[in-house]
Every structure is written in structure tokens, then in C-alpha cells.
């Protein structure tokens, strides 16, 4: 079992940065793939970025060069730092972990915090 509270969400403004961090319970925490998802109202559920237990990182390509997924497996800590936001980035943020290795995919993660909540105005 898994639990994950996400924070650092808030509000921004455009070309501004802010950094989302995942809190994640359970002794086997380098064990899992972690994901970054985001939802907009009205929107699916969709990828952000993922960072396997050894650190190879995947991102949704709106994203690549803006955001970064990094992890720390000694604190069982997630972050996503987002730099350069624009307006469509303003969505729910959620973290979930995944005890099989990497995926895109929301409904292939196990665990899911509760979301925290990024605008950027323009």
C-alpha cells in the first residue's frame, strides 16, 4: 500500500515557476514508476511526466525543455518543477505510483494522491 499527498500547487503567472512535490508513505517507494497527470475541467486525465525507481524520465511533449521530474528515493519524495507556465498548463496535478515501470497511461497506475491545483493566469 502507497499513500501520496501532492503540494505546491497555486496560483502563477504566465512564463512564471512552481514546483509540485509528492509525498509518498510505504518502505518500497524506489520500487515504483511515479507519474505526474494533470486534468482541466471539462478534460481527461492526462500525462505530465514519469521518472522510473533508477531515474529515466518520460514527458508528455507540451512539456519537454519547460518541466522536470525528479525523485529522492531516501525521503520517498517526487517533485515536478515547472518553469516558463502558460495558461493551458492550469489543470489539477496529480501524482500516482506504479509498481510495474513506466507507463502513459492513467488506469495502469495503482496508487493516487488527491490533486493539487495549479492556474496561470495571463
Known amino acids: 500500500q502507497v499513500q501520496l499527498a501532492e503540494s505546491g500547487g497555486g496560483l502563477v503567472q504566465t512564463g512564471g515557476s512552481l514546483r509540485l512535490s509528492c509525498a509518498a508513505s510505504g518502505r518500497t517507494f524506489s520500487r515504483y514508476a511515479m507519474g505526474w497527470f494533470r486534468q482541466a475541467p471539462g478534460k481527461e486525465r492526462e500525462f505530465v511526466a514519469a521518472?522510473?525507481?533508477?531515474?529515466?524520465?518520460y514527458y508528455e511533449d507540451s512539456v519537454k525543455g519547460r518541466f522536470t521530474i525528479s525523485r529522492d528515493n531516501a525521503v520517498s519524495m517526487v517533485y515536478l518543477q515547472m518553469n516558463s507556465l502558460k495558461p493551458e498548463d492550469t489543470a489539477d496535478y496529480y501524482c500516482?505510483?506504479?509498481?510495474?515501470?513506466?507507463?502513459?497511461?492513467?488506469?495502469?497506475?495503482?496508487?493516487w494522491g488527491q490533486g493539487t491545483q495549479v492556474t496561470v493566469s495571463s
Open positions: 500516482a505510483a506504479r509498481g510495474l515501470g513506466y507507463s502513459r497511461f492513467p488506469g495502469s497506475y495503482d496508487y
Open positions: 521518472i522510473t525507481g533508477g531515474g529515466i524520465t
